[in-house]
């Protein structure tokens, strides 16, 4: 633990250097002997926390990594903590998801004991004919996209409600008007309504949807509604973890 410690103190004396610090420099000022700084600056340099030029130390790239690392945590936490805010004022299971690199990613889910998931029985990304998440995914992307990711994952019947084939498929998602919400029920699972609205920022594809059960239904147009006027109000922060 001292020794973790005192290459922590290396780190943070190393970082107040834009232009680099000697080893005796950073002894005096780590207030550590300075053969126990040449040891921890050897290590920490092998590991690419440190580089060094000339006899002077810098922070190497795996600082940098780090950083980049706690960044993208602080965006998960962020999309957890707005979905768990709207899971309890609305009283809904919510979903976040993106189209990225041709497949759907369900990235986070936020749901309570009150108000349970939909069960993931048949894969999320095989099956976005059958949802309102991959439906809404699907309305993003240009017709030639479409038509790739359903020759890769075509429309197979999931229930007596699912759309039966890509071509009715590839008709229902060109009505839809331009962020429109998307409303599926059933398809994917007997006794469950979904809604999903679009987001879209930049090149990237991505939805915040709800789930209810069927004899729930009369709640689900008023639900996406709230969700709806919700994302309004927060998309600058959510477009800001867009990429999470």
């Given at each position: 633990?001292?020794?973790?410690?005192?290459?922590?103190?290396l780190l943070e004396t190393v970082a107040g250097h834009a232009h680099?610090?000697?080893?005796?420099?950073?002894?005096?000022?780590?207030?550590?002997?300075?053969?126990?700084?040449?040891?921890?600056?050897?290590?920490?340099?092998?590991e690419g926390y440190l580089c060094r030029e000339k006899g002077l130390?810098?922070?190497?790239?795996?600082?940098?990594?780090?950083?980049?690392?706690?960044?993208?945590?602080?965006?998960?936490?962020?999309?957890?903590?707005?979905?768990?805010?709207?899971?309890?004022?609305?009283?809904?299971?919510?979903?976040?998801?993106?189209?990225?690199?041709?497949?759907?990613?369900?990235?986070?889910?936020?749901?309570?004991?009150?108000?349970?998931?939909?069960?993931?029985?048949?894969?999320?990304?095989?099956?976005?004919?059958?949802?309102?998440?991959?439906?809404?995914?699907?309305?993003?992307?240009?017709?030639?996209?479409?038509?790739?990711?359903?020759?890769?994952?075509?429309?197979?019947?999931?229930?007596?409600?699912?759309?039966?084939?890509?071509?009715?498929?590839?008709?229902?998602?060109?009505?839809?008007?331009?962020?429109?919400?998307?409303?599926?029920?059933?398809?994917?699972?007997?006794?469950?309504?979904?809604?999903?609205?679009?987001?879209?920022?930049?090149?990237?594809?991505?939805?915040?949807?709800?789930?209810?059960?069927?004899?729930?239904?009369?709640?689900?147009?008023?639900?996406?509604?709230?969700?709806?006027?919700?994302?309004?109000?927060?998309?600058?922060?959510?477009?800001?973890?867009?990429?999470?």
């Open positions: 633990m001292g020794s973790v410690q005192r290459a922590m103190r680099g610090a000697t080893a005796k420099q950073l002894a005096r000022e780590a207030g550590i002997a300075l053969p126990t700084t040449y040891h921890l600056l050897r290590t920490l340099v092998h130390f810098f922070l190497g790239d795996a600082v940098a990594r780090l950083t980049s690392s706690g960044a993208r945590q602080k965006r998960r936490s962020t999309v957890a903590d707005t979905l768990a805010c709207w899971r309890d004022s609305i009283g809904v299971p919510v979903y976040y998801a993106m189209y990225r690199e041709g497949e759907i990613e369900v990235m986070c889910v936020s749901d309570s004991r009150e108000a349970p998931a939909v069960e993931e029985w048949a894969d999320f990304r095989e099956t976005g004919h059958a949802h309102a998440i991959g439906q809404c995914l699907l309305s993003q992307l240009d017709e030639e996209a479409r038509r790739d990711h359903l020759a890769r994952c075509p429309v197979q019947p999931l229930t007596r409600y699912t759309v039966r084939d890509n071509d009715a498929l590839l008709r229902r998602l060109a009505r839809l008007r331009r962020m429109e919400a998307v409303v599926e029920r059933q398809e994917y699972a007997l006794g469950t309504v979904c809604a999903a609205v679009p987001i879209t920022v930049g090149t990237t594809a991505a939805t915040m949807a709800i789930s209810l059960p069927a004899q729930r239904a009369d709640r689900l147009l008023p639900a996406v509604e709230r969700l709806q006027t919700e994302i309004g109000r927060n998309l600058g922060s959510l477009a800001l973890s867009i990429s999470m």
